[in-house]
């Protein structure tokens, strides 16, 4: 039962370039989330899926798309990377419709030069 | 715009001491609050939620609710030093389906 598995752990992009962020569940879980997380800023929503086939802007989806590709499987894409984008992002998931009692992957630190 | 406050800290306690961490929000409507721990390098883990108003227990914590005052606490008994970490508060506003996040204190327990 590995819980939330995000790939890749650490990420190096150039400015202009594009990535996928890869994130599976296997608890189950309705709804899952990417957040961001920055030095004093803590944890900002990007995107959430409520459910599988729904998908919703959080707080700073600039710059960002989602798929939530089956119940346990959902990517962020960077179409084009900004050093602003540079960030540790966090997927999660939750039983609970509303985001609560998140389980978190183990983070993606990546740096846009 | 919704918004939960920490004191970034350090709060440094000594071992076996109570540490106090105490939360802010902006939003009377809120109904769902939340405390992750957050290991340096690590991703953040639940250790407590709390619905009411007062306090409830877990083992040496404590999360204290005053919805009039809106503010919520963690209360550490017994601090140990793994108990160094980030302390994050997270409040679901009414009416959103989401959490919004502060920034967090970060503890440092020292023996």
């Known amino acids: 039962n590995a819980g939330v598995t995000q790939t890749p752990k650490f990420q190096v992009l150039k400015t202009g370039q594009s990535m996928t962020l890869q994130c599976a569940q296997d608890?189950?879980?309705?709804?899952m989330y990417w957040y961001r997380q920055d030095p004093g800023m803590g944890l900002r929503l990007i995107y959430y899926?409520?459910?599988?086939?729904?998908?919703d802007k959080g707080e700073v989806p600039n710059g960002y798309n989602v798929s939530r590709l089956n119940k346990r499987e959902f990517s962020l894409r960077l179409e084009s990377a900004a050093p602003s984008q540079t960030s540790v992002y966090f997927c999660?998931?939750?039983?609970?419709?509303?985001?609560?009692?998140?389980?978190f992957g183990s983070g993606t630190q990546l740096s846009v030069l | 715009q919704k918004e939960v406050e920490q004191n970034s800290g350090p709060l440094s306690v000594p071992e076996g001491a109570i540490a106090s961490l105490n939360c802010t929000y902006s939003d009377r409507g809120s109904q769902s609050f939340f405390w992750y721990r957050q290991y340096s390098g690590k991703s953040p883990e639940l250790i407590m939620s709390i619905y009411s108003n007062g306090d409830k227990e877990d083992g040496r914590f404590t999360a204290q609710l005053n919805k009039a005052s809106q503010y919520v606490s963690l209360l550490i008994r017994d601090s140990q030093p793994s108990d160094s970490a980030t302390y994050l508060c997270a409040v679901r506003p009414g009416g959103y389906n989401k959490l919004i996040f502060g920034a967090g204190t970060r503890l440092a327990v020292h023996p």
């Open positions: 899926s409520a459910s599988e086939g729904t998908t």
């Open positions: 608890m189950n879980h309705n709804s």
């Open positions: 999660a998931s939750s039983e609970i419709q509303g985001g609560e009692k998140l389980f």
